[in-house]
């Protein structure tokens, strides 16, 4: 029996050679991949920094003539693209954390350190909001004058809107060509500044008309905007840091059974981030084959899930016999 086993796996190797051979996504990194993934990090990074730039124009330009004029609900949407600034250079560690290989002293890799940042990210959304409302807060009560909207008002706010929809575009682009998550949330985030600084925009055409209430009302509603975003990278560091699933138990369990010769698997577990997942698994074989045929058939187990789902960085897999029926 164990030399009809050994038969059988090396018809299971050779076909799972053939498919890793003709699937480039998921195949081992090699000398000639590693430059190719360096670029693709370089790459990344250089759009975060020019994005970085563009954000800190667009903030710094809103916040201080919201401080120059009154408008509260400018320096509000100032203060929300301050925290798109905040998060490339959140996704500026992240890269750089992922860059790292394990060593000693972190086995697993630096890449918590991407979610160490967002979570400093999402602190200090908080401290935005309570100021953001603070200043609602003082507008609404009569403690603070009301501001004096000029056409410069609209002019900065305009052009600050026309360089985010270039920084989303040229963002998405990036992201979709280098298959980079991280510039996808970015612009998912710089899009929502869109949006605010819309609502700024009609809330300073009506306080122009002779209703100035709606400009710390526009204020609440970019403090609605910020809240959500510090929600969801809170939601996001969170998962990440109590070790949530990652993938279905069931679609992994469809993979490893895929390869011939396993009998079963159970005790599925992930953790880590969407793009960086350690996985750890039970496999049932056959009680009679041989310790070596099993451990050859483990690796195949583990090149096909890796193969299936590239962002698995390792996966740790357990032979035992199939549990006995009583």
């Not at 975060?48 to 509260?72: C, E, H, P, Q």
């Not at 004058?145 to 609209?154: C, L, R, T, V």
């Not at 992201?175 to 985030?189: C, H, I, K, M, Y």
Request: with cysteine; charged share 20%.
């Amino acid at each position: 029996m164990a030399g009809a086993h050994g038969a059988r796996f090396l018809g299971f190797k050779a076909r799972d050679a053939e498919l890793r051979t003709t699937t480039s996504v998921g195949a081992p990194e090699t000398a000639e991949s590693a430059p190719r993934i360096a670029d693709r990090y370089a790459a990344v990074t250089t759009v975060l920094i020019r994005v970085l730039v563009l954000n800190l124009g667009v903030a710094i330009a809103k916040i201080l003539f919201g401080y120059a004029s009154g408008a509260i609900s400018i320096l509000s949407d100032g203060f929300h693209s301050l925290t798109d600034a905040a998060s490339n250079v959140a996704g500026l560690v992240g890269v750089h954390a992922a860059r790292q290989p394990p060593d000693e002293d972190h086995p697993y890799g630096h890449r918590k350190y991407e979610t160490v940042a967002s979570a400093v990210v999402g602190v200090f959304l908080l401290l935005l909001v309570i100021e953001v409302l603070r200043n609602a807060w003082n507008h609404l009560t009569g403690r603070s004058e009301a501001p004096e909207i000029s056409i410069a008002s609209f002019a900065v706010m305009l052009v600050t809107v026309g360089v985010n929809v270039v920084v989303v575009a040229y963002e998405s682009r990036a992201a979709e060509r280098l298959g980079s998550e991280v510039l996808l949330a970015d612009a998912t985030q710089t899009r929502g500044d869109v949006w605010s600084s819309l609502t700024v925009i009609a809330a300073l055409a009506g306080a122009r008309l002779g209703l100035p209430i709606l400009d710390p009302i526009a204020a609440l509603v970019v403090a609605g905007f910020i809240g959500h975003a510090g929600y969801e990278i809170a939601r996001a560091t969170t998962g990440i840091l109590s070790d949530r699933i990652v993938i279905s138990d069931a679609d992994l369990q469809r993979v490893v059974m895929s390869v011939p010769g396993i009998v079963g698997c159970e005790k599925i577990r992930t953790r880590g981030s969407v793009d960086h997942v350690f996985l750890d698994l039970h496999v049932w074989m056959p009680p009679d084959m041989r310790l070596t045929e099993a451990h050859d058939l483990s690796h195949v187990v583990k090149d096909r899930l890796m193969t299936r789902y590239p962002q698995i960085a390792d996966a740790v897999i357990h032979i035992e016999p199939p549990p006995v029926q009583s």
